[in-house]
């Protein structure tokens, strides 16, 4: 059985930014692959950001984007170790607080959820790393030590870019490091597939679609990834797994970090009736008052009971179409937003609802349609509802206006194993890190960060799974060709069967924008 892990999450704020910036830097230059996560102020109307046509989605993202900033950015920088194990790496997770420079909108159920989970919004204005969107206003983006030119790092790093459900991650990434966001998805998608030419992969559409799991929102991903490696390194055995390896730090920079513990998935003893709707999207209309249960530890091992059985199957088959057709489970990024259903079908003047409920590990609910027709994952705010904030330098107040607009997209948490100081291999024994872990361990304020390394740990176990199918019977320097083939540029679409794929195409042009950016980073066109 999968065993207890904790995970160091190197807290990065604006007076410790600079300190940080080499090993950061490195971290991500040395990496084999970056997760990444966000969390953000809202995400603005729901049933825009699921309308059928594609094009119009992207539309409603990026006035989103525009309009809304990224509040933290989490990322997980995977190395492997040539000189241990098979499919051993040493992880380096940073949650970096962050504060944009200009106006924009914060949705008043994003601040409900991220306070609710520990997320202190005065520490972010006072202490957050300042930004701002769009196109250069200041500081050149390959200069200098400010966010913006990190982004700069991780572009020339060249490595594969891991994300879940991440088209609005990407989407809020451009607009708020790199350049104005292009009108067109093409161009957009044309953009991308040069700033990122070792490939994006979204682990949401490699857990429906290469791993094939029962559900595929993070924590139950995760954790199922992690109870099937765990048991494949079981003593004696001889399957591939993964093997994770953290640093110790010490000195000054203990201070900054914050350790986790992830508990292994428990038992099944003294079970009760898992709640279905729960266990196939995530979240549940009921929130904590539901009276079946919402453990996923629980809900992954029923699963595993139940496997094979055609009634269960049919059950759950049938709460993906009550919840939002047979092609998708959830909307927009279920792992980061408050969940909520919104029908797609519901009157023209009915507002999207307002209900919230706190859940553990899980988000916020809203009113369902009782007919049920065509639910989608989201988090319906009514239009009057949401806040204009606009950081002013006087007095460190902050201007609160409210707007006319809707919504907002948060997180959950998750861990992993230990080892290592400054990248060796000495482990983290639970004597010498109990202390350490103890002074702040569950602070509740690194959802990005713990998301990213979740997103991370389901790759690597991904990329395990696919050398197993002989997929590696590659030379070591085409490595990097063999991640997940089937799933590079694949970017997950809620309610499609078909992904979207991260390409240019021969009918796209990249943004005018991108091109001199490209040049800036590389040194030369492309």
Not at 214 to 221: D, M, N
Not at 295 to 315: A, P
Not at 366 to 372: C, I, L, P, R, V
Not at 477 to 499: D, T
């Amino acid at each position: 059985m999968a065993s207890s892990m904790v995970v160091p999450v190197i807290d990065v704020q604006n007076d410790t930014f600079n300190e940080l910036w080499p090993a950061m830097v490195l971290a991500i230059k040395t990496s084999s692959f970056v997760a990444l996560d966000t969390e953000l102020s809202g995400l603005g109307n729901r049933k825009s950001l699921l309308a059928e046509s594609i094009e119009d989605r992207y539309k409603a993202i990026c006035h989103a984007a525009r309009s809304r900033s990224i509040l933290s950015l989490g990322f997980a920088c995977y190395k492997k170790l040539d000189d241990k194990a098979a499919d051993t790496y040493l992880v380096q997770v940073y949650n970096l607080t962050l504060l944009c420079s200009e106006e924009y909108i914060i949705e008043p159920q994003s601040v409900q959820f991220l306070v609710q989970h520990g997320f202190d919004f005065n520490k972010q204005y006072a202490h957050g790393i300042p930004y701002c969107k769009g196109n250069n206003k200041a500081e050149s983006d390959d200069r200098g030590v400010h966010i913006r030119a990190l982004f700069t790092e991780l572009l020339r790093a060249k490595k594969p870019l891991v994300l879940h459900n991440g088209l609005i991650d990407m989407a809020f990434l451009y607009q708020s490091f790199y350049a104005h966001l292009p009108d067109r998805l093409n161009t957009f998608t044309a953009d991308l597939s040069e700033m990122f030419p070792a490939g994006i992969y979204d682990t949401k559409y490699v857990a429906e679609f290469e791993l094939r799991l029962t559900a595929s929102y993070l924590e139950y991903a995760y954790k199922k990834c992690k109870l099937d490696s765990s048991r494949r390194g079981t003593p004696g055995g001889t399957e591939p797994h993964v093997q994770l390896e953290f640093c110790q730090y010490a000195g000054q920079m203990s201070s900054y970090v914050d350790y986790r513990v992830c508990p292994a998935v428990g038992s099944v003893e003294g079970q009760t009736d898992v709640c279905q709707r729960f266990s196939a999207f995530g979240w549940c209309p009921n929130g904590s008052e539901c009276l079946l249960s919402h453990d996923t530890d629980l809900i992954i091992l029923q699963d595993e009971k139940d496997l094979g059985k055609k009634s269960t199957k049919r059950k759950r088959r049938k709460e993906k179409r009550k919840g939002k057709g047979e092609a998708a489970e959830d909307g927009a990024p279920q792992h980061k937003i408050p969940h909520m259903d919104v029908d797609l079908q519901e009157a023209p003047d009915e507002k999207q609802g307002a209900e919230s409920s706190s859940e553990k590990g899980s988000l916020m609910d809203t009113q369902q349609n009782k007919q049920e027709k065509k639910d989608i994952e989201g988090n319906g705010v009514s239009q009057d509802n949401t806040l204009e904030i606009t950081p002013t330098s006087q007095d460190n107040t902050l201007e609160i206006t409210p707007t006319t607009d809707d919504n907002a997209k948060t997180n959950t948490n998750g861990g992993e194993e230990s080892r290592t100081k400054d990248g060796g291999s000495e482990k983290l024994s639970e004597k010498s890190s109990k202390t350490e872990q103890k002074k702040n361990t569950d602070s509740g304020s690194h959802r990005a960060g713990f998301d990213a390394f979740m997103t991370g740990y389901i790759f690597a176990h991904s990329c395990t799974l696919n050398k197993k199918k002989g997929v590696e019977a590659v030379e070591k320097k085409e490595e990097e060709e063999s991640w997940v083939p089937s799933c590079l540029n694949k970017v997950y679409l809620s309610g499609k069967s078909a992904p979207l794929n991260v390409v240019k195409s021969t009918f796209s042009k990249s943004s005018k924008a991108h091109v001199a950016k490209m040049e800036m980073v590389w040194g030369k066109k492309v």
